[in-house]
Nanobody, 122 residues
Framework: QVQLVDSGGGLVQPGGSLRLSCAAS????????VAWFRQAPGKEREAIYC????????YYTDSVKDRFAGSRDNAKNTVYLQMNSLKPEDTAVYYC???????????????WGQGTQVTVSS
């Protein structure tokens, strides 16, 4: 059974950092592209970043370029999203989603983590 567990969110002050984790079971993440989405209150879920199977990266949201970066730990079957210089507008629930290749469209993804809340506030 495929299961994804998102974690690492929390409350952080503007300018702070968080590292989100997406741990998988039931399949191997290093054979997948993994996208990160976020959904702010009252807004649609948006793709922000994807790391493909060769660890190439695509940013779907310009506002996170130079601040967010992904990585993998294949031994732990886990991917990470390092988020630096956080801003209040980054406040959202963050989700990971794997797929054969990257897509910016949420409807292309079958499996999702449960999400982890990130709140950026002073």
């Amino acid at each position: 059974q495929v299961q994804l567990v998102d974690s690492g969110g929390g409350l952080v002050q503007p300018g702070g950092s968080l590292r989100l984790s997406c741990a998988a079971s039931g399949f191997t993440l290093d054979d997948s592209a993994v996208a990160w989405f976020r959904q702010a209150p009252g807004k649609e879920r948006e793709a922000i970043y994807c790391m493909d199977r060769t660890d190439g990266t695509t940013y779907y949201t310009d506002s996170v370029k130079d601040r967010f970066a992904g990585s993998r730990d294949n031994a732990k079957n886990t991917v990470y999203l390092q988020m630096n210089s956080l801003k209040p507008e980054d406040t959202a629930v963050y989700y990971c989603a794997p797929r054969e290749w990257c897509s910016p469209w949420s409807y292309d993804y079958q499996y999702w983590g449960q999400g982890t809340q990130v709140t950026v506030s002073s």
